[in-house]
């Protein structure tokens, strides 16, 4: 699953053609990503494999185009084209890996490269104030258009994500990749690992998505480099490979797509929990067409990614296929055991369990209603998220009571082999019928209230139902991390109404978002007076799940309301460091 940002306008305002034409560009999207890495490998292939002689003691980086010319189009109504320039970063002699962190949100990121040789492993921090966030090396990719007269028409920079779409560019490389598949652009990210295997290329055409490239009907010259901070940090040569951009004027029935390894991306519907779910990193974002984040009801209106991804306001993966394996695949389904567990419910005295944690509110914004909320209210939405600390993943199974839309809920637990050594009833499974839920909701998982100035008083409360979802990778530094969680995505991790079982899961180190939005999640604020709130996120509110630590699952957020009825505002103070809304 994933967190969708978006941007002001509603998604809901959208037409179904709109949609629709969304939807074809992002089939031109998909192919196209699968040609470049294709053109990339066969090209790069044939480039002799690491010299002999002395090891290498360091990842030897370039900068590779996988083809000189792309095409693009304008679409009516977009302000500019979205162009995927089918350029990546190639590595050879050892991985190019990094890991990043921060203490707490009063300090900075800290980035480090980690070079492994010898079953050692040596550690190089990265200059303080490079790296700002978990969502890549920003300021990496800088991009200059020109036109036939050679006049530069447009400029663009963009950030690397090293975990972004990637393959093999030479047969002896792994065959595999064992780095995560995003970067993280949740906010409140505490801990990350990029990398790329040796032998392999990332996807490195994410420019800046946050605004298009203003450029019109004709062709140009794109010439993409790296910017020299990085060239000189890592040893990268100054290449600057040149390609052709063709772009087309609209067609007349508002259809069509680029070819090559350019396409123009459009609207996009908001996703992932219906409006919120969680946010990674993509090689190839697009505009998105609503405000808020990405899980406000649950079913996905197209392929959505796990979590993590460049700046808040952008779009995120279009779904694995060709050379499209950047976590945002639709994972296959979760299988619940095959029957009710037997015996004596117990949990050994030792045995590992999860740790849920909440993050602090994000994406806040006061609306005025959606998707069946009363018009004329007042509403204050945002984005939440309960994460797993681990060490153990929280397993949970749900087992249909006959001719009932209830399931009865287990939650499993194993020992360090991954053995089942017991278990515990844990609450119940409900059939959520509403539209853009239409899933199993695990009951008791979190809970929102809006406390008063003291945080005394609960103001507004709301949602405690979920279905679980590893949209986020919140810290994949923590011990037993899993780095490829499946059930990322709520088309598959929640179950059918026909479902007689359903197993959902979060991993250790991933976070499932919400954005609340939807009916009866946001806090209705019609009338409530101005002042100093806080929006409180709790993790497990009830205590029905077994956990290794129940003092960490509270988590605060300040806000201030003003205005009045019908236009009232909300000002979000800076969290620590963190400073988004």
């Known amino acids: ?31 196209a990503a699968g040609a470049a890495l294709a ?10 494999g690491a010299a002999s002689g002395a090891a290498p003691t360091k990842p030897k980086l370039r900068l590779v185009a996988a083809t000189d010319s792309v095409t ?22 050892v991985p190019l890996e990094f890991k990043v962190t921060r203490k707490s949100y009063n300090d900075p990121v800290v980035a480090e490269q980690i070079i492994r040789k010898g079953g050692k492993a040596e550690v190089k921090k990265l200059p303080a104030g490079m790296v700002k966030d978990f969502a890549g090396l920003p300021g990496f990719l800088n991009v200059s258009f020109r036109n036939a007269a050679g006049q530069e028409v447009a400029k663009n920079s963009g950030t690397f994500c090293p975990n972004n779409a990637s393959g093999r560019i030479r047969p002896d490389g792994p065959s595999t990749s064992h780095f995560p598949e995003s970067c993280s652009g949740n906010p409140f990210t505490l801990g990350g690992v ?20 203003i450029l019109p009907e004709g062709e140009y010259t794109a ?22 951009v063709t772009v087309l004027p609209p067609s007349p029935d508002g259809e069509g797509g680029g070819e090559g390894g350019g396409v123009g991306l459009g609207a996009r519907s908001s996703a992932h929990h219906g409006g919120g779910h969680g946010a990674q990193h993509s090689s190839m974002p697009m505009p998105m067409s609503h405000h808020h984040g990405s899980r406000g009801a ?20 279009l779904g694995d296929g060709p050379g499209q394996t950047d976590g945002s695949r639709v994972a296959p389904a979760l299988k619940a055991a095959a029957h009710r567990p037997t015996g004596r419910a117990g949990v050994p005295a030792n045995v590992p369990k999860p740790d849920l944690r909440s993050l602090p509110a994000w994406d806040i914004a006061v609306t005025d209603g959606e998707d069946g909320d009363v018009a004329g209210k007042d509403y204050l939405a ?29 939650q499993y637990f194993y020992d360090a082999h991954g053995k089942q050594v017991g278990y515990a009833p844990t609450g119940t499974m409900e059939w959520d019928p509403r539209i853009g839920h239409e899933h199993w909701h695990f009951t008791d998982f979190a809970s929102y209230r809006l406390l008063s100035a003291d945080k005394t008083k609960e103001v507004r409360s709301g949602k405690e139902a979920f279905c679980l979802a590893n949209t986020d990778a919140i810290d994949y530094t923590v011990k037993n991390a899993n780095w490829h969680p499946y059930n990322t995505d709520l088309s598959t991790a929640c179950g059918e109404k026909t479902a007689l079982s359903v197993r959902e899961v979060l991993d250790v180190g991933s976070g499932d978002t919400y954005t609340q939005y939807r009916p009866g999640q946001s806090f209705d604020i019609t009338g409530l007076p101005n002042g100093t709130y806080y929006i409180q996120v709790i993790a497990n509110p009830s205590k029905r799940l077994q956990e290794s630590n129940l003092n960490n699952n509270v988590a605060l957020r300040k806000v201030i309301l003003g205005g009045t009825d019908g236009a009232r505002t909300v000002k979000v103070p800076a969290h620590g460091l963190i400073d988004v809304k």
Do not use: C
Request: no cysteine; aromatic share 10%.
């Open 72 to 93: 693009t189009q304008l679409y009516e109504g977009d302000p500019g084209v979205y162009v995927n320039l089918g350029t990546y970063v190639s590595v050879d002699d």
């Open 39 to 48: 053109v990339v490998v066969s090209v790069a292939a044939a480039a002799p």
């Open 298 to 317: 649950d079913m996905p209106t197209m392929p959505a990614f796990p979590n993590a991804f460049v700046d808040r306001g952008m779009a995120h993966h």
């Open 382 to 410: 945002f984005s939440a998220n309960v994460w797993n600390a681990g060490p153990a993943p929280l397993v949970v199974d749900g087992f249909r009571q006959r001719g009932k839309d209830l399931m009865d809920a287990y």
């Open 223 to 244: 010439k993409v480099s790296v910017g020299k901070k990085y060239r000189d940090l890592f040893g990268i040569p100054n290449d600057q490979p040149a390609i052709k």
């Open 1 to 31: 699953m994933t967190t969708q940002h978006s941007s002001p306008s509603s998604a809901s305002s959208k037409t179904d053609s709109e949609r629709e034409r969304g939807n074809k560009r992002l089939k031109h999207s998909a192919l």
């Open 194 to 213: 990029w990398g790329i295997e040796k032998g392999w290329a990332a996807n490195a055409s994410s420019i800046d998505y946050s605004k298009p490239v």
